[in-house]
């Protein structure tokens, strides 16, 4: 079985490479740390199974998400993230994505992940299906209003980014970032930035 592994940190690259030759006898591990890098690799093997990584610089793990079911409707793809909020599962899963597990999860957990997916199942963390349950019962969701560079910069925000470290983050301009951050706070009724930064940090918390 082809699997592409597309993160920006060697060392997990490294670990789930380790970890999944150990278990599965016939994986052939192919590696990228972008999504520029990994498009052409994806075109060209054809994986079986995509293992993917959301903070991504350039084109993010989203966005490579949508590009990758154009190019295969089919495409298995399981996001591997360090997001165990559910908006960012809830993200992935629209855009294609079969599965999501976060990197706080046991190993045995990814494996099982890795299994299901590639079988053709949805396969989601439990803790992270439990909240994505609960959301949808509460009918709640202002945050679902959001595209995703917008998810992507209230991500940055509630890293403690400034309007500038967003705008390098993304590779805009600063004038689309604050444009951007304008059209969030409309949708989430914030007057003010502060405020969107608050709702940002408890985005991360939650």
């Given at each position: ?67 990758f079911v154009?190019?295969n409707d ?15 599962a809830a ?116």
């Amino acid at each position: 079985m082809k699997i592409l592994l597309v993160d920006d940190h060697v060392v997990v690259r490294e670990g789930v490479r380790r970890l999944v030759s150990s278990a599965m006898d016939d994986a052939v591990i192919l590696e990228a740390s972008s999504g520029r890098e990994a498009m052409p690799v994806f075109r060209q093997a054809r994986p079986d199974l995509v293992i993917l990584d959301l903070n991504l610089e350039g084109i993010s793990g989203l966005e490579l998400i949508r590009r990758f079911v154009l190019e295969n409707d089919a495409a298995a793809i399981l996001v591997f993230s360090m997001h165990t909020e559910p908006i960012y599962a809830a993200r992935a899963l629209n855009m294609g994505a079969r599965g999501y597990v976060s990197k706080s999860a046991p190993a045995d957990e990814l494996l099982t992940a890795i299994r299901r997916v590639s079988d053709g199942f949805r396969f989601v963390e439990r803790d992270i299906e439990e909240e994505l349950a609960a959301a949808r019962s509460a009918n709640e969701d202002p945050l679902q209003r959001l595209t995703n560079r917008e998810v992507e910069i209230m991500r940055l925000l509630g890293e403690g980014k400034s309007l500038t470290g967003v705008a390098e983050g993304l590779g805009i301009s600063y004038k689309t970032a604050a444009n951007s951050c304008s059209r969030i706070k409309e949708k989430l009724m914030c007057r003010r930035t502060g405020d969107l930064i608050r709702i940002a940090g408890a985005m991360r918390q939650s």
